[in-house]
């Protein structure tokens, strides 16, 4: 039901821009051409059989109207209808379909050659259909393919084929947002791959580390991508590389990354990528507002607008209107921020959505996947427990053979439940980590996660600022129009603060109606206008759907490590002393913690 939230229009542009950049890529390096030449012999020798598939997907990459002609050769062979040649023909056209954009052709290819019987052709089906997986949004389907592929690795020896399908598993989980898979299988690809590839490789290495670890980068690392990517003359891949580079040292080194995208402007718009530009633009147009420069922010946010407004619906999109929401308010024109802000909250929520499709289809693969492996588990204890069956009835009057036998069949059920067992017990913790209702984190994963912050902004000398909320009058909300009300009211809530939170804010339901959010890197008056955000957001949330008419508020708390120090449990303390006083000044409003509302508190709390 939620792959149907999201609007057609927003599936088409996405796969526009996924099927340009891949286009792109494919054809951006032109490599040396070699003779394509048949030969029946071919699928005699595997070694072979692999050198004419990659000199095919030379002539594919560089000629994609020669390629069709050689399909067009190999259907009039006089072994066209054996079933060898005629998987190959195959094979081919799924290609040519993939690359024609016609999805639904190529996939009922690559779903026939799943079952060949030719090792290299299978392979070739599984790689090609995982990456198209990636591209038609078929986030289960991408995934019982990897789950399937995995099986043959250790059976392959040849590295240009090891090099090609880690980094078709590291592109898709980078698409799906498991950037910790992405960036396993992209160290992978770096080992396997040549000088050519490595340019590739680096770049899935970067942007996994990217989007785990936001806060901590190694330059040497895009030193090594970008002279891979100058070798290998991929000017794309290099300035993706330099943009993510800077999109990461955002609120960390404004200088070096606004040093960084300027240096390499010329050279990305020479590439006329709208999607890389557009990033490129609002990254500027960000880095330019974090240094109080508003009129060249301004320019950007513009400049982003008129380059990405065609890519609807997308997270660069949503980006860009945040950005002249923030521009538009800077020099007072609230009304044309607010008409920004909108535009920005709708977007982000379809994104958001896209984000739950792809962890529900996540979750499902990995149970499905869970199910056909105990099944294959549960199949080789029936095998074992019948051969144990047959050797005690073959062996009834040998007493010590049957004590073996009974002992070995205790044995293989007691380490089948231990697995079993073991298994429960890691997806039980991966699931006490999120609050059940709203999917944020709950409190146990927040101090998990916000000591680890605070310890690593303590050491860099950065500032963090926590903010605690109460929903004004939960209680009511819940006595007088049901508690289903109140719990799609805690959900709507949650959708509304995250968007307007940061990709490296922690946000967690800590209490019924309480809620926290940690904000690293980040000054008092910074984290003040987030909360401005939170409480206009919080105030445009439409009840209709609950069939009544009532308005949702929260009484915010803010702390700040200056004045507390960089221990969770007193920010989380302070925070609440500070959201005890908004209630009590009337509610739905905010209160800064110090050494005045310290006394405050006291003195209101000893008299109540």
Known sequence: MMVEVLNKKHKQQGLKALAVYFLFILFVISPQLYALEFDQSLFENERELERYFEQADQLRRADLATFHEHIDELIKHPDANKTNLKQ??????????????????????TDRLSASEQRPMRIRALTLAINMSAFDRKWSKGLQHIYTLENFLSAISSRSQLNRIYSVFSTFYLQLGKYQQSLKYAEKE???SNDYDKCNAYQNNINAIIKLETLRFEDHLVQKALNSCEYAEDELSYSLIIELVARSLMNIDDKSALDRLLLNLDRIKSINYPLLSADTYATLSALYGNINKVDEAAWYAKKAFETGKHLSNTKTLARIHKLLSQSESRTGNSEQALVHFKEYNRINSLVLDEAQVKAIAYQSAQLNNLQQQNEILRLRQSNLLLQSNEKLALARTQKSNIAAGALLLIVSI???????????QKELKQVSYFDHLTGIYNRRRFLQLGKKCLSFCDMKGLNVVCVVFDIDLFKKINDQYSHATGDWALVEVCKAITACLRNEDIFARIGVEEFIVLLPNTDQKTAESLVQSMMYGLSKINTQPTGHEFTITASFGIVTSDSTGYEVDKLMDNADKA????KLAGRNQYTHYSI?????????????
């Open 88 to 109: 190959l023909i195959q094979l081919h056209e799924a290609y040519y379909a993939a690359m024609q954009g016609n999805y639904p052709r190529a996939f009922e290819l």
């Open 190 to 192: 770096l080992e396997y």
């Open 414 to 424: 007691l380490v089948f439940a231990i697995y079993r067992i073991r298994k429960a």
């Open 579 to 582: 959201v005890y006083l908004s």
């Open 596 to 608: 005045m509302t310290q006394k405050q508190y006291v003195k209101l709390h000893q008299l109540s």
